[in-house]
């Protein structure tokens, strides 16, 4: 039976929070679009007079789609070129959802989405379930065919998974761009000891070119070595411009929630460096450089207005 304008209005109304938990469950915003486009088409094929909770069933639906998307996404991340880092999302993208508690902030927060490549495909599911959507165990249970004592389980060993790596506090938009703006003027001042003055002593920098742009496969650890590499990033070089395909402007902005250093040349995003903050520095600096991760970014800053770059390139 086809689907009445109804059907399809109250399929649209659940689009928005669909997207925000396949993309928190994927890390990928173009694989979230995929499946929740997979889901309207089970939406569509269903007999949908007979659901009696349309936004449960579109829910489970999704979630197990994503559950089975993270399963070959393992095997073909083994496969893939350097480091996998997820696709980051600039401020203001309506993917990142709802961002009213200091839990849903955190579960789409640059770094802890990275962090969630180490749980299991279950357990990332009831950590975003439960952290960022407030589900109740009860209907996360029947999400995933589980009891509510495991799901309980589950999220305790996601939590702790999380908790281990985790070393981010939150920060205001105005004391971000601050810290961008520190950072840069660290990273182009040719003096080392100033970047090292911003970063803690076991600060990391690691990045994601997906093959297509350079990047190294072992990351960079310590203040002193992630001082070195970010003052060699941001000093110019034609054999920087040619990669890129021109003068990259340089814009502090903030992605994921995090502080962040947005590249862009001729309108074109391409890098994304997140920042992870804490009171006693910065503390990771996550670049995405992979083109294919930035398609999203790239629309989202088309859209933005944000005003003239600290630097040009």
């Given at each position: 039976?086809?689907?009445t ?6 399929f649209?109304?659940a ?9 928190r ?11 929740v ?5 089970r939406?569509?094929?269903a ?7 349309p ?34 999302l ?25 962090l969630m490549?180490?749980?299991s ?21 029947e ?14 060993r ?7 790596g985790k ?17 840069l003027?660290?990273?182009t ?9 911003l ?10 070119g ?8 072992k990351?960079f ?10 003052w060699g990033?941001?000093k ?7 990669i ?5 402007e340089?814009h ?5 929630g ?20 804490t ?8 670049m995405q ?17 944000h ?6 390139m």
């Amino acid at each position: 039976m086809p689907l009445t304008p109804s059907d399809v209005d109250r399929f649209e109304r659940a689009r928005p929070r669909l997207e925000a938990i396949a993309y928190r469950l994927l890390g990928s915003a173009h694989e979230a679009q995929d499946v929740v486009q997979e889901t309207f088409l089970r939406w569509h094929a269903a007999d949908v007079d007979r659901i009696e909770v349309p936004e449960a069933w579109l829910t489970k639906v999704l979630t197990n789609l994503c559950l089975n998307q993270l399963t070959s996404a393992r095997a073909r991340r083994e496969t893939y070129v350097g480091r996998w880092l997820p696709e980051p999302l600039l401020a203001g993208d309506p993917m990142l959802g709802p961002a009213d508690t200091a839990e849903q902030r955190e579960s789409v927060s640059y770094a802890v989405l990275t962090l969630m490549e180490r749980l299991s495909p279950d357990e990332r599911a009831v950590y975003v379930l439960r952290e960022a959507f407030g589900y109740p165990h009860r209907e996360i249970a029947e999400i995933l065919d589980i009891t509510e004592a495991a799901s309980q389980q589950i999220l305790h060993r996601a939590r702790k998974h999380v908790e281990l790596g985790k070393a981010r506090s939150e920060i205001d938009q105005a004391a971000a761009r601050r810290i961008v703006e520190e950072f840069l003027a660290a990273a182009t001042s040719g003096r080392t000891d100033e970047l090292v003055r911003l970063l803690t002593k076991d600060a990391i920098a690691i990045g994601d070119g997906g093959g297509k742009v350079p990047a190294r496969t072992k990351g960079f650890e310590g203040a002193v070595a992630v001082a070195k590499f970010v003052w060699g990033l941001f000093k110019p070089a034609e054999s920087k411009r040619a990669i890129v395909g021109g003068l990259p402007e340089i814009h502090a902005w903030a992605a994921n929630g995090e502080p962040a250093v947005v590249a862009v040349v001729a309108g074109r995003v391409v890098a994304v460096m997140c920042l992870e903050v804490t009171a006693e520095g910065i503390t990771a600096c996550r670049m995405q450089a992979n083109p294919d991760k930035l398609e999203r970014a790239t629309e989202q800053w088309a859209a933005a207005s944000h005003g003239e770059p600290l630097l040009v390139m």
